[in-house]
C-alpha cells in the first residue's frame, strides 16, 4: 500500500537502430520528447550514447517508470532493452527531467576499457550517468 509513494531507480541499456548520437535533429527529437514527457510525469532522467548504444537512469514512481519503459520498448529507435537495475530508492541522484552525459574518446577509454555500455556493472553504469563531468547539456528550464 505504501508502495504507490516509493521512488526507483531503473538502469537500462539498449540498442539505437539509427546513429542517433551522430544525429543532431534525432538527438533534439528525443531530447525535446524526453523534456515534456519526464517533465509532466516527475522523472529524472540521465542518458548517454557510445557506439550504437543507449544508456539511461531513470527515477521516478513505478507507475510512470513503467510507462515510459512501456514506450520506449515500443519506440522504434530502440531494440533489445535490457534492464541493467531496478530498484526502490530514498532520494534522487538526477533531479532534472533530462540530462545528457557524453564521452570523449579518450574518456571512453579511460572508463569503458574497451567494454561496450551493456558490458558495465550496474554500479558502474550509474556513477557515468550520474557524472556532472560527463554533462553535455540538460533541458531543464
Same mark, same amino acid.
Given at each position: 500500500m505504501g508502495?504507490?509513494?516509493? *521512488?526507483? @531507480?531503473? !538502469?537500462l541499456v539498449s540498442e539505437t537502430v539509427a546513429a542517433v548520437e551522430r544525429s543532431p535533429l534525432m538527438l533534439a527529437d528525443i531530447l525535446g520528447a524526453s523534456e515534456r514527457n519526464n517533465r509532466r510525469d516527475m522523472i529524472g532522467s540521465a542518458m548517454m550514447f557510445h557506439e550504437g548504444q543507449a544508456a539511461m537512469m531513470l527515477e521516478g514512481m513505478r507507475a510512470d517508470l513503467d510507462? !515510459?519503459?512501456?514506450? !520506449?520498448?515500443?519506440?522504434? @529507435?530502440?531494440?533489445? *532493452?535490457?534492464?541493467?537495475?531496478?530498484?526502490p530508492i530514498v532520494h534522487r541522484r538526477v533531479a532534472e527531467p533530462v540530462k545528457l552525459n557524453a564521452m570523449s574518446p579518450h574518456q571512453a577509454g579511460e572508463y569503458l576499457g574497451g567494454r561496450r555500455l551493456d558490458q558495465l556493472a550496474a554500479s558502474v553504469l550509474e556513477? !557515468? *550517468?550520474?557524472?556532472?563531468?560527463? @554533462?553535455?547539456s540538460s533541458c531543464a528550464v
Open positions: 508502495d504507490r509513494k516509493l *521512488l526507483y @531507480r531503473v !538502469l510507462r !515510459l519503459i512501456a514506450r !520506449l520498448l515500443s519506440d522504434g @529507435r530502440h531494440r533489445n *532493452l535490457k534492464i541493467v537495475e531496478d530498484r556513477r !557515468l *550517468l550520474s557524472c556532472d563531468g560527463l @554533462r553535455v
